[in-house]
Every structure is written in structure tokens, then in C-alpha cells.
């Protein structure tokens, strides 16, 4: 069984608050009786795109397993690309990866738009990613960014998702796709896009409630609530199985 620990939205900013939060995530990995195959965190590493941000990124993610870190909304291209361990050919934006990781291949998309809280990709970035998609692969295949294209059904959030997704569904659609993992909504949110299972995973640093829910007693942000992850589980031949965990403070 490979196992993918899905983070998302940690959203470092120097407080102490942010980075407790993490650290119940990570201490709670630590605490498996095997370790995750890989850790993902799928963007908004950082507050504010700082290096000193970053630095505190690298700090508290040097796990004993591998990590995969892409940008989110909040995160800035170049500290992000000199502070972390990304492998983005070219400088600057976008911070595009493909990393294998034992069997599994991920392919890091980043949907980042600078100054912008919606997520876009370009032609360049789609043109790149066929290129990406078109070489064969034996494991799985795992598609992971930030922004998810599908909409909440939340006033606020739905202004920021990724925008003009049909090119790009038409890029993933009928590919040896295994799941689409983003973050972002800071819910843990199961959907589908371009034919394949689409998973989000909750934000660390805070949870968004719908519209419908009890309102979060400091706006649109509930930061009380326990930060979460998803544990992914490819165990072949069944299909991927998706368990998410909220983490309570001890
Ligand atoms: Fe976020
Ligand atoms: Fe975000």
C-alpha cells in the first residue's frame, strides 16, 4: 500500500498560532506505525510570500519521508523557489514540477496567478503539461495544484477558484489519471473534474463553513476549528481510497 499524506493551507507566518497548527499535523504523522510514503502540501505554504516565511516552511517540513511542496495563492515564486526544495526548471513563475516518488509520479501544476487570489492556467503551462502527460508511466499518476476548479457553492470562495478550466479539463480528460489532489477551499471536499476523482484537502490553518452552516464567530474563516488532512491508499486493484482526519489538540 503506498500512502500519501495530503496537506494543505498551512499558511506560515511567524505566529506561533499557524505553526502549532501544523506542528499537531506533523506530530500526528509521526506517530504512524509506518511511515506515508510521501507527504503533498498543496499550497498557501506561506502567509505572505516571505523568505523568512519559507524558512520556517523548510524548518518545520523536514519530515523523515519525502515532501512535495507547490505554491498557493499567498505564496511568491521566487523566495518560494530559493527557500524550498522545488524542482521548477526556469526561474521565477510558474513553479511547475513532475517528481516521482517510489512508484508514484506527481505531477505539481502551479495555478498561481501573481497579485491574484483566483487560480489560471496559461496556454504555456497547458502546452507543457501535455507535453508532461504524453510520456508513458507504469504507477500511478497523481495531478496536484492549489486552486480546484470546481465550484464550493460559496459566495466567497467560488471568486477564486481556477478560472477558464475547460482547456485545461481537456488536456486531463481520458488520461491514466489516478486522482486530482488540490487545496485551497480549506474544506476537505471530494468531487470529480475531467472524468477523475478530485480530493481536496482541509486547510491546517483554518476551515471555511458554507453559507448554510453555523457562521465561523470571526467571519468567513472558523480558526477554532481542528486543522485536518487526507491519507490517500493505492492499494492496486482497488480503486484509491481517501480517509480524512481532523487533529485534535492533545
Ligand atoms: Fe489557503
Ligand atoms: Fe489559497
Excluded at 4 to 13: E, F, G, Q, T, V
Aim: hydrophobic content about 45%; glycine content about 8%; charged content about 15%.
Amino acid at each position: 500500500m503506498y500512502v500519501i499524506a495530503h496537506l494543505s493551507d498551512p499558511h506560515l507566518d511567524g505566529s506561533s498560532v499557524a505553526r502549532d497548527r501544523l506542528r499537531r499535523v506533523t506530530a500526528y504523522l509521526r506517530g504512524f506505525s509506518r511511515p506515508v510514503d510521501v507527504v503533498l502540501v498543496t499550497g498557501d505554504l506561506a502567509d505572505h510570500g516571505l523568505a523568512a516565511e519559507y524558512a520556517e516552511v523548510a524548518a518545520e517540513l523536514a519530515l523523515d519521508v519525502p515532501v512535495l511542496l507547490l505554491p498557493g495563492n499567498h505564496d511568491v515564486s521566487a523566495p518560494l523557489r530559493a527557500g524550498l526544495p522545488v524542482e521548477s526548471p526556469g526561474e521565477g513563475h510558474p513553479v511547475h514540477q513532475v517528481r516521482d516518488v517510489g512508484e508514484a509520479r506527481f505531477v505539481l501544476l502551479d495555478t498561481s496567478v501573481p497579485g491574484e487570489d483566483h487560480g489560471l492556467l496559461s496556454a504555456d503551462s497547458l502546452a507543457w503539461l501535455s507535453g508532461v502527460l504524453a510520456k508513458a508511466v507504469d504507477g500511478p499518476l497523481f495531478m496536484a495544484f492549489h486552486h480546484p476548479p470546481n465550484e464550493l457553492q460559496h459566495p466567497v470562495m467560488d471568486q477564486w477558484i481556477l478560472r477558464d478550466a475547460e482547456p485545461f479539463a481537456a488536456v486531463l480528460r481520458d488520461k491514466p489519471i489516478t486522482a486530482i489532489l488540490t487545496g485551497h477551499v480549506h474544506n476537505g471536499v471530494s468531487t470529480t473534474f475531467a472524468g477523475h476523482p478530485l480530493l481536496v484537502a482541509p486547510g491546517i490553518r483554518s476551515s471555511v463553513p458554507l453559507p448554510f452552516e453555523p457562521a465561523a464567530a470571526n467571519g468567513l474563516v472558523d480558526t477554532e476549528a481542528a486543522p485536518g488532512l487526507a491519507l490517500h491508499l493505492y492499494a492496486p486493484p482497488q480503486p484509491l481510497v481517501t480517509v480524512y482526519r481532523s487533529v485534535p489538540s492533545t
